[in-house]
Each structure stands twice: as C-alpha cells, then as structure tokens.
C-alpha cells in the first residue's frame, strides 16, 4: 500500500479544526503531521491513519527550552517524525549535521523516520545529475552512524522533495522524481544494505498530479503539504489513491 503522507505544517489554528481534518483523514496508509501541540489528543482518536511529529530534538530531557524529545513524542502515541525538512533546514537553521543527530535520536527511540531530501533550483538547474550527487551527498551526511544503530529496515523512508517545488505549484515530472527514487534506493541497498527502502514523492502534489505521482512503481507514496490542510483537495485524493 502506498502512503499518503500529509504534512500540515503551521496549521490549523485551533484544536477544533485539527480534530476535524485529523477525522476527514483517519484512514489507512495516511500519517497524519500535525503541529505538536495537537499530536497527542490526534494520536488517541486516530483508527486508522498513523501520526508524526514534524521535528524532534536529539536529547530525552534537559535543559532545552522549547524543545520536544523522542521520548516524549512516543510517549503521546506518536509512531512517526519528519526530519529534515527543508522549511526547517531554511527557517531554523537545521543542518546536516542536526539532522543526523536527530535521525539517531529517533532510531533510539523506535520511531519511523520520513527523512527529507532534496535540492534547490540552483543545483537541479543544472540538469538531473547534479541534482543526483546533491541527494547523495545530504544521504551520506544525514544517514551517518545509522549502521551502528541496527536501524531497522522498516523504520526508514525517503522523502524526495526538491525545494524548488515545495509550496510553489511547480511539482517535478514524475518520471524525473521516479529516476530519482530509483536514484535513492539504490544508494540506500548498496551503501547501508537497507533493500526496499520506501521513497515518497513531496512538493506541489494535490489532487490534479497525485495520480500521476502514485502511478509510478518507484514512487511508493506522496508528502503532500499545502493540499493536505483543504478537505475538498483531501477528498479527491483519497478518492484517487482509494485509501479507506
Ligand atoms: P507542498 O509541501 O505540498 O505545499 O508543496 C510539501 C511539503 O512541504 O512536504
């Protein structure tokens, strides 16, 4: 089955809205993304969809104000975290570097991982094969250590999101984001043998390109942001993708 991820980022305003779209979207193979003010409270009504968090810290506890711990987010029922955005690697300075200690950190905890991965229109301007060492490259730093973690096969999935289509309606060519899948999984077999790695396709999917995105045998699911938060966008997709 494929995922359907959805990836609500800043949104909604109010509890009631969340418990409303949580409800609309409580079906199986979706994970939900909510702000973490919300996560528990959806967490306990969900049937069907799964929940993630959208960041996490590294440490369990201390003195780190503002921060949530993998710990804490298992402990709300969470099963999922997003790591690596890019909205968080441009607007909070998460690095590589923060993003691997936080890949590790959920490992720890027994999380599932949607790390995302992608580059901007400086690099895939370029043309597909810069674009290609650019994903490598944030893989090798991102997945550093991962080995010594016995990371389960499972728990890893890959978010292929260019940042040039991440909340601008210019999604990728699906044929050029299933080479780029094909890309990742490779890289994932033969450097860190984790076979089956599932790849999910992220920016600018809604309901007019998610078929064309799911139809791709490569591309095992979506990340879908700003259409994830409209119930009339929601509904057609999950008409499309016939999640239930
Ligand atoms: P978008 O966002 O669907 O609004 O482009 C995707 C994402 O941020 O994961």
Not at 67 to 90: C, F, N, Y
Not at 191 to 213: D, E, Q, R
Request: with cysteine; hydrophobic share 40%.
């Amino acid at each position: 089955m494929k995922i359907i991820a959805l990836n609500w980022k800043l949104n909604p305003e109010t509890e009631k809205e969340a418990l409303s779209l949580s409800g609309f979207s409580d079906r199986k193979g979706v994970v939900i993304f909510p702000p973490s003010i919300f996560l528990r409270e959806i967490a306990r009504r969900a049937k069907k969809a799964e929940v993630g968090a959208q960041n996490i810290f590294w440490e369990k506890k201390g003195a780190f104000t503002g921060e949530t711990s993998p710990s804490m987010v298992r402990d709300a029922g969470v099963q999922w975290v997003l790591i690596g955005h890019s909205e968080r690697r441009k607007y909070f300075g998460e690095t590589d570097e923060t993003v691997n200690k936080k890949i590790l950190a959920a490992c720890r905890a027994g999380l599932r991982v949607i790390l995302c991965v992608g580059e901007p229109w400086s690099v895939r301007g370029n043309g597909v094969l810069d674009a290609k060492k650019f994903v490598a490259r944030q893989l090798e730093d991102d997945l550093r250590g991962i080995k010594n973690f016995k990371f389960q096969i499972k728990n890893l999935v890959v978010a292929y999101e260019p940042v040039w289509a991440i909340g601008t309606g210019k999604s990728d060519r699906p044929e050029e984001s299933a080479e780029m899948a094909r890309f990742i999984k490779g890289i994932l077999n033969t450097k860190y043998h984790i076979p089956n790695t599932k790849v999910l396709y992220g920016g600018s999917v809604n309901s007019k390109n998610i078929a064309a995105f799911l139809g791709a045998d490569e591309i095992d699911g979506v990340l879908v942001g700003g259409a994830s938060v409209r119930k009339e966008e929601l509904k057609k997709m999950f008409e499309i993708s016939n999640t239930k």
